[in-house]
C-alpha cells in the first residue's frame, strides 16, 4: 500500500507560494502542501523535537524548497535532509531565482533531485509551476525506510 504523499514547501515569498499552490491544484495535485516560510521552522518539522528526524522516519514526502530565505540557506535545509538517516531519500525539488551554475551543481551534489529556476516574469513562473503539477501527479516517492 502506498502512502499519500505530503509536499512540504519551504518558501518565504507568500506570493511565489500562493502561485506555487495554485498551479499545482490547477494540475490536479490534492496532495496534502505543508508550508513554511523560513528555515527554522521547516528544520524544526523535519528533526522533529528529539531532533534525530525519527518523526518522520516512513513518512512519503516531496520537498519543494527555496533557497533564499531570511534566516538560513536552503543549502543548510538540503544538507540536513540529505545527510539525515530517516529523511535521505525524501526527494528535494529546489525552486529558486538562483541561476548560478556553480550553485545548481552543488545543490546536484548535496542531492537534490530537481533543480528549477524561477523565471522573473510571472507568465513563464506559472508556466514551470504548471509542469512541476504535472510532475506531481505522476512521480513515485521512495519507501523512506
Given at each position: 500500500?502506498?502512502?499519500p504523499?505530503?509536499?512540504?514547501?519551504?518558501e518565504?515569498d507568500e506570493?511565489h507560494?500562493?502561485?506555487?499552490?495554485?498551479?499545482?491544484?490547477r494540475?490536479g495535485v490534492t496532495?496534502?502542501?505543508?508550508?513554511?516560510?523560513?528555515?527554522?521552522?521547516?528544520?524544526?518539522?523535519f528533526?522533529?523535537?528529539?531532533?534525530?528526524?525519527?518523526s518522520?522516519?516512513g513518512?512519503?514526502?516531496l520537498?519543494?524548497?527555496d533557497l533564499?530565505?531570511?534566516?538560513m540557506t536552503?543549502?543548510d535545509?538540503?544538507k540536513?535532509?540529505?545527510?539525515n538517516e530517516?529523511?535521505k531519500r525524501?526527494?528535494?525539488?529546489v525552486?529558486?531565482?538562483?541561476d548560478?551554475?556553480r550553485e545548481?551543481?552543488r545543490?546536484?551534489?548535496?542531492?537534490?533531485n530537481?533543480?528549477?529556476?524561477?523565471?522573473?516574469?510571472?507568465?513563464?513562473?506559472?508556466?514551470?509551476?504548471?509542469?512541476l503539477?504535472?510532475f506531481?501527479s505522476?512521480?513515485?516517492?521512495?519507501?523512506?525506510a
Amino acid at each position: 500500500m502506498t502512502m499519500p504523499v505530503t509536499i512540504i514547501m519551504v518558501e518565504d515569498d507568500e506570493g511565489h507560494a500562493r502561485l506555487i499552490e495554485k498551479n499545482i491544484r490547477r494540475a490536479g495535485v490534492t496532495n496534502e502542501i505543508v508550508a513554511f516560510q523560513d528555515g527554522t521552522s521547516a528544520v524544526d518539522f523535519f528533526l522533529g523535537a528529539d531532533r534525530t528526524g525519527s518523526s518522520n522516519a516512513g513518512r512519503a514526502m516531496l520537498v519543494l524548497l527555496d533557497l533564499n530565505l531570511p534566516d538560513m540557506t536552503g543549502i543548510d535545509i538540503l544538507k540536513i535532509v540529505k545527510e539525515n538517516e530517516h529523511l535521505k531519500r525524501t526527494p528535494v525539488v529546489v525552486l529558486t531565482t538562483t541561476d548560478d551554475q556553480r550553485e545548481i551543481q552543488r545543490c546536484y551534489d548535496l542531492g537534490c533531485n530537481v533543480y528549477i529556476t524561477k523565471p522573473v516574469n510571472y507568465e513563464g513562473f506559472s508556466n514551470a509551476i504548471r509542469q512541476l503539477g504535472l510532475f506531481f501527479s505522476v512521480i513515485q516517492v521512495p519507501d523512506a525506510a
